[in-house]
């Protein structure tokens, strides 16, 4: 039977790939721009690349292998890029995407109990809250009326992510917070100081800018661990929202507790990662629904026969099968985390290919989900990809939206159900349409943005 992609044959957008490298300044000027438009085609047909930048050897790990070997089997062996680390940690400081080593075991010890099935229930109950308040909003607009998609994503996310993190203190000004992290990613990109190692007090372009939008942030973060903390020490509670559930946390092996700092650098990496990649996840959804007819009536076929018109519920993700299959093929197409990468600490070796000390093991998602070699149709939308028998026969660590390994992202679970809870809820009552002549940039920055923005129109389903 012929696939969802074969009868529509959609291919979405995308940077057309290079036919040669780019010198080192005009690479430095497109990573600048748009991180994924750097990329040759021989990234998307060969399995290993190898070359020098800057006097510095570069392995591009397009074979799941040697990814595996990388983020799992030999995992000691490889440390958290520098250039990357420089990049986010004036943002972000030494939360679990940054810090590594026995730090971050520690952090994740004392994190994993925040995101046990028990806490999710309990999260997904704000999710479908917020995403019916969404649905009824949008409903009430007269048909036709345009929206930014995107933005609206990236605003109900902020209000979910806000709820579960700063519960017990919604008073607070949330917007301002996603506002400054929205300033403060705008500012982040790599550098010639970065690129060169020099240390932070040498100027980077945008710095001030980004240190701006960092200081009205920690400003209210760090306001709010403060009262939690006088609150406990009053004798109340600090909550059982994700900041409460924080500086509660106790680590088993030391018995020691989160520091404020260390508190301030996982509530901001949370909310980056914990409404951002959602948000972007879903407005792609949108986009790549929108060209997609057939994929999109079977979306509702099952909305219908699942939900029946009410919003979707945590009881309801595993009966929303296809649901899940088109979020996961959007991620496919538009990964959120697009490109990661680590340091060889030691010399090492896979198979025939040298890994020198220092080499930068460059692993990107955007490569791997696009690749000729492991997927039939690469750059068509079909969520039939996903369909539970294509799924088990794919090779492993092909497919990784979340990362692999044991840094796989901890909030993999929350992120997912909060997806499906969105879409099936809005998706179910409304339609959402790219205006004519409208023509959608996918650019890498931290996450995989749209540009400029989604602007759809609203229609209604009935």
């Not at 790990?61 to 595996?68: E, F, G, Q, T, Y």
């Not at 260390?262 to 879903?282: K, N």
């Not at 149709?377 to 026969?393: I, K, R, S, T």
């Amino acid at each position: 039977m012929a696939s969802v992609a074969q009868s529509i044959g959609f291919v979405p957008a995308r940077p057309e790939p290079l036919e040669e490298r780019l010198p080192l300044f005009r690479l430095i000027r497109t990573l600048r721009h748009n991180t994924i438009g750097a990329w040759t085609r021989q990234a998307y047909e060969r399995d290993i690349l190898v070359y020098r930048t800057l006097f510095r050897p570069i392995i591009v790990a397009n074979h799941p292998d040697l990814i595996r070997h990388v983020l799992l089997d030999n995992v000691a062996n490889y440390a958290r890029d520098p250039l990357g680390r420089r990049i986010l940690e004036p943002g972000l400081g030494k939360g679990l995407l940054t810090s590594d080593g026995e730090l971050w075991k520690r952090q994740r010890r004392m994190m994993a109990p925040l995101f046990q099935p028990r806490r999710l229930a309990g999260f997904a109950e704000t999710m479908s809250d917020r995403a019916a308040a969404l649905a009824e909003r949008l409903s009430s607009w007269p048909p036709g009326s345009r929206i930014d998609m995107a933005q609206q994503m990236m605003l109900v996310t902020l209000d979910i992510i806000a709820r579960t993190m700063f519960g017990a203190d919604m008073g607070i000004d949330v917007s301002a917070v996603g506002a400054a992290m929205d300033r403060y990613q705008a500012t982040v990109r790599p550098n010639i100081p970065d690129l060169l190692g020099l240390p932070h007090w040498v100027p980077r372009p945008d710095a001030a800018e980004g240190r701006r939008a960092l200081a009205a942030m920690d400003a209210i973060i760090r306001d709010l661990i403060r009262r939690r903390r006088e609150r406990a020490a009053q004798g109340g509670e600090l909550g059982s929202d994700l900041l409460g559930l924080l500086l509660a946390a106790v680590d088993d092996e030391s018995g020691s507790g989160m520091t404020d700092t260390e508190v301030r650098d996982h509530m901001a990496t949370f909310f980056l990662a914990g409404h951002e990649t959602t948000a972007t996840a879903l407005a792609w959804t949108w986009y790549l629904l929108a060209n997609a007819p057939e994929v999109e009536a079977k979306l509702h076929a099952e909305l219908d026969a699942v939900l029946a018109g009410r919003p979707a519920v945590y009881g309801d993700y595993d009966k929303l099968v296809y649901t899940r299959t088109v979020i996961e093929e959007a991620m496919r197409l538009y990964p959120p985390a697009h490109t990661t990468s680590r340091a060889a600490k030691a010399d090492d070796r896979f198979g025939d290919l040298a890994i020198p000390k220092g080499t930068n093991i460059i692993i990107s998602p955007w490569l791997m989900h696009r690749h000729k070699l492991y997927w039939k149709n690469p750059d068509v939308f079909d969520p039939e990809n996903f369909a539970p028998a294509q799924a088990a026969q794919r090779r492993r660590y092909v497919y990784l939206p979340f990362g692999a390994g044991p840094r796989i992202c901890i909030g993999q679970g929350f992120a997912m159900i909060e997806a499906v809870l969105i879409l099936a809820t809005l998706a179910q009552r409304l339609r959402f349409r790219l205006p004519p002549g409208v023509s959608i940039e996918p650019i890498g920055k931290i996450t995989l943005r749209p540009s400029p923005g989604l602007p759809m129109t609203i229609e209604p389903r009935h």
